[in-house]
């Protein structure tokens, strides 16, 4: 693949999450995402979880993801340079860090490139890497050599294959320009610009900010006089920080746990969920529903935003160029697991699209259903192209192109994430030329058209609407 050309197609996919095969048995996991519509998938690899010892490779998760892949869906792999002996600092999970030896890191990885040659599409070096202390334990200067040994590698192992660029997450895109992550960003596109053939950003945060931060990550890159297609590796919400007065009571906590009200002994994040628990009555509703058994009413209103959102993201990214999108994410890292204080679980866990009975990954929470509807909407999609709506301001509106299929648009109008449902729709009225029409939400409702003289009148809200010619779709 040239370097300066997108990938050809739409994938559609979801990441497995960042500790496959660490904690526990490589279980199944492609198939179940196959099952949802997906044609992507996405999983993490660790040096040291692959070569435990200098020398002595162990195959067993590699060759778990290999022997479940399907022909249709496409692989990217995310591999993190973490080691209990071959880093700077010695980890057996995260953060990663550079290498010791940089030949060594370079043999591992063609190595690995080499056994998986032909059934990996994408090949990323680390994963947010200017999220440093938490997954990068090094200088920006030292990942540009460390993604250009990865380069070097994958290009020798395997020339098909494209490398993708360490994700752009959200500490870049929601700081100032002149913020410590925008600078490590910057100083990567800069001299890493020869080692790499796709930009990976990560779009959490608002879901109609997508737009502009796709344009910024593009303009990152122009600024230093060239660009590559830009892939979301990572994307869904709602996230805690879309509500401002949830923010403000997380930033509260965080503020309290590390000048002094921590426990002796405790972790600073611990304290900040020890707190936020304490002071759950007073807490706002927009923050309540990321907890831990918070009101059934809460947890149900959570889950609708968060199936409202796969849809408006994933529509907003096409619609930006994009061609592969991998939704945060498949599954819990292991069955079973529930720890109210672990502060990533908190902010992210409620995302998942499945969970585990016992230790089968069976159960689909609703999210799972949007996913699923919407890739059967959007099967053979080609294009996405958002209309221009100055008649209905606030209006979302997107003509989506699919192979052998017929019309199809996706509609919703911009509102409150937590508010946006509990007002009437408003009827919205639209040119439609075709002899039928057909519309259901995100939650699998027929919604009740209007039809005259080649246009068709639409109630529209927060919540998206497929409108087609044919009966559901999904």
């Keep these: 693949m ?13 990441v497995r999450g960042i500790s496959y095969g660490m904690f526990g048995a490589p279980d199944s996991f492609v198939p179940e995402a196959r099952e949802l519509g997906a044609t992507l998938v996405r999983v993490f690899l660790y040096w040291g979880q692959v070569e435990p010892e200098p020398g002595r490779y162990d195959w067993s998760v590699v060759d778990a993801v290999l022997g479940q892949l399907d022909p249709a869906a496409e692989l990217w792999v995310t591999v993190c340079s973490s080691s209990p002996w071959a880093t700077r600092q010695p980890a057996g999970f995260l953060p990663s860090s550079p290498a010791l030896d940089p030949a060594g890191y370079e043999r591992f990885v063609g190595d690995l490139v080499a056994r998986c040659r032909g059934r990996v599409d994408h090949w990323q070096c680390g994963n947010e890497p200017s999220n440093t202390g938490l997954l990068w334990a090094g200088t920006a200067s030292e990942y540009v050599g460390q993604l250009t040994a990865f380069h070097r590698a994958v290009r020798a192992a395997d020339p098909s294959a494209s490398v993708v660029l360490g994700g752009c997450g959200h ?19 800069e001299h890493g610009r020869d080692a790499y053939d796709l930009f990976d950003v990560h779009l959490y945060g608002d879901p109609h900010a997508i737009p502009d931060q796709v344009a910024q990550v593009r303009a990152m890159m122009r ?26 009571e997380l930033e509260r906590a965080m503020t309290a746990a590390f000048t002094g009200a921590a426990e002796p002994g405790e972790a600073p994040d ?25 009101p059934p009413e809460l947890a149900a209103r959570r889950d609708r935003v968060n199936r409202r959102q796969i849809v408006t993201r994933t529509l907003l990214a096409l619609a930006c160029g994009l061609t592969r999108t991998a939704c945060w994410n498949l599954a819990p890292e292991i069955p079973g697991y529930r720890d109210r204080l672990n502060l990533m679980g908190f902010l992210f866990g409620r995302l998942a699209l499945m969970d585990y ?35 209905h301001p606030g209006l979302y509106a997107f003509e989506v192109s699919r192979e052998g299929r017929g019309p199809l648009r996706v509609l919703w109008r911009s509102g409150d994430p937590f508010t946006g449902e509990d007002g009437p729709a408003t009827p919205v009225d639209l040119p439609w030329p075709h ?15 209007r039809r005259a003289a080649g246009r068709v009148g639409v109630p529209l809200s927060v919540t998206p609407v497929f409108l087609s010619t044919e009966p559901r779709e999904g």
Excluded: I, K
Aim: charged share 25%; net charge negative; proline share 8%.
């Design 223 to 248: 600024r230093h006089g060239y660009e590559r297609p830009v892939v979301a590796g990572e994307y869904n919400g709602p996230t805690l920080f879309e509500f401002p007065r949830a923010q403000a």
């Design 357 to 391: 009975e016992g230790t089968a990954l069976t159960r689909r929470r609703p999210s799972a259903d949007a996913f699923a509807l919407l890739t059967a909407y959007l099967d053979g999609v080609t294009d996405v192209r958002r209309l221009t709506t100055e008649d």
């Design 270 to 294: 611990r304290a900040t969920m020890r707190l936020l628990y304490e002071r759950a009555p007073e807490l706002p509703p927009e923050l309540l529903m990321f907890m831990e058994d918070c």
């Design 171 to 189: 500490d870049v895109l929601s700081g100032p320009a002149d913020s410590e992550a925008r600078r490590f960003f910057d100083h990567v596109v």
């Design 435 to 449: 002899a039928t029409a057909h519309a259901a939400d995100v939650f699998g409702a027929a919604v009740p058209l």
């Design 2 to 14: 040239s370097r300066h050309t997108a990938p050809a197609g739409v994938r559609l996919g979801v």
